[in-house]
Each structure stands twice: as structure tokens, then as C-alpha cells.
């Protein structure tokens, strides 16, 4: 048996975004300026939107000890989940920077970031919209499950 996995997924100029998405792609770009990235020169910000109205940003922070430093996605993701337990994210934007420029190529997140919000998306039964800020687009998609087909799921049913 052949089984297949696909998804939609939308490519827009900022601009033409509603206008809370719009804000939190801004607040991403915005945000790469709190990166500690001395070793990679790569700038990456993260922007929450939660239920609650409230907003968490996340930069990358590198460490000489390379495994030491968090990604920009699970700084603000560990921390919203910190502060809110109980609250719903409804959205994520990620944006990043070299040379104090915004990066031609969108900034997908790394395997352990998608491990991250889908095991969110998934305790939080509702979906994560992932923004993907580059310098002439934005990549959106409607769930974090898109990036991480098949995630990691324990045995024990807690994911
Ligand atoms: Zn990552």
C-alpha cells in the first residue's frame, strides 16, 4: 500500500498579509536584532501571537559551546509555554538577518524547532500558523504538522 502526505501552503508579500499576521512578521524582523549569533552571522527572531492576546519574541542565542545555544523558535516558544501554560498559540513568525539583511531565502526552522511546535500544536489540539518572513516573501502555512510530517510521538500517549 502506497500512502501519501502532502500540503498546501501560501507564498504572499508582506503587505498583502491581514493585518495582525503582517504585525507579527514585523515584530519577527524586528526581533533579530536581540540574536547573540557571533559564530553563524545569522540573525534569526521569533514572534508568538497567543489566544490571549499577548505577544512572545525569541532571538537565537549562540554559545562558544556550539550545542549550548537555542534557536530564535523554542527561546520564544519555551518561554510563552513558561509564562502561559494553559494558553493557546495561535501563531508563529520567523524572520532572519545577515549582514542587516533580510534573508532571500525563508528561514525554515531546523528539526528540533518542528519537533517543538508540532509536540505544542498537538497538546494544544489547535493549529500553529508558521510564517516564514524572507525578503520578498512570506511563506505561510496553516499548521506547524506541514513541516514535520510523521513527528516524534512517545509511547505513552502523552504526544
Ligand atoms: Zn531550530
New binding site residues.
Given amino acids: 500500500m502506497e500512502k501519501t502526505f502532502s500540503f498546501t501552503y501560501q507564498s504572499l508579500v508582506l503587505d498583502d498579509l491581514p493585518k495582525a499576521d503582517g504585525d507579527l512578521c514585523r515584530m519577527a524582523l524586528q526581533t533579530t536584532h536581540g540574536s547573540y549569533a557571533p559564530y553563524s552571522q545569522f540573525e534569526v527572531g521569533a514572534a508568538l501571537r497567543l489566544s490571549n492576546g499577548e505577544t512572545v519574541t525569541g532571538a537565537n542565542q549562540e554559545n562558544a559551546s556550539y550545542p549550548c545555544g537555542t ?4 527561546t520564544a516558544l519555551n518561554y510563552a509555554r513558561t509564562v502561559w501554560p494553559d494558553v493557546n498559540i495561535e501563531a508563529i513568525a520567523v524572520a532572519a538577518m545577515q549582514q542587516d539583511t533580510v534573508t532571500g531565502t525563508p528561514p525554515y ?6 519537533q517543538s511546535l508540532a509536540e505544542v500544536e498537538h497538546r494544544q489540539g489547535t493549529p500553529i500558523r508558521v510564517m516564514l518572513v524572507a525578503a520578498d516573501e512570506v511563506l505561510v502555512f496553516s499548521s506547524a504538522e506541514c513541516l514535520l510530517p510523521l513527528a516524534f510521538h512517545s509511547t505513552d500517549g502523552h504526544f
Fill in positions: 534557536c530564535a523558535e523554542r526552522p531546523c528539526g528540533l524547532c518542528r
